[in-house]
């Protein structure tokens, strides 16, 4: 069974910081576009922020400029670095491919935004 796992999640003020960790299974790592997604209570997963093989990113309009997702080839790991966060970014965050495999969804890790 393909077990991503999600970790990093925490309470965090607005305007403040926090990095998301992503393990992958090196067969999934090597060959997906892997992508960050966030699920509010109440609403659908959306994707946040993608990164293919070649280290290119792609954002949701509303992250531009203030999240930077990453991966290390090394440690087969896709990390989501959030700041200047806001009530808007608080939810339980997906690592998952792009488009994303049914299979492969974790149980997430939870961000809270408050003051």
């Known amino acids: 069974q393909v077990r991503i796992v999600e970790s990093g999640g925490d309470l965090v003020q607005p305007g403040g910081s926090l990095t998301l960790s992503c393990s992958v299974p090196?067969?999934?790592?090597?060959?997906?576009?892997m992508g960050w997604y966030r699920q509010a209570p109440g609403q659908q997963r959306d994707l946040v922020a993608r990164?293919?093989?070649?280290?290119?990113?792609t954002y949701e309009d509303s992250v531009k400029g203030r999240f930077t997702i990453s991966r290390d080839n090394a440690k087969n790991t896709v990390l989501l670095q959030m700041t200047s966060v806001t009530t808007a970014d608080a939810g339980i965050y997906y690592c998952?491919?792009?488009?994303?495999?049914?299979?492969?969804w974790g149980q997430g890790t939870q961000v809270t935004v408050s003051s």
């Open positions: 998952n491919t792009w488009k994303p495999t049914a299979a492969f």
């Open positions: 990164i293919n093989l070649y280290h290119a990113p």
């Open positions: 090196g067969d999934i790592f090597s060959r997906w576009t």
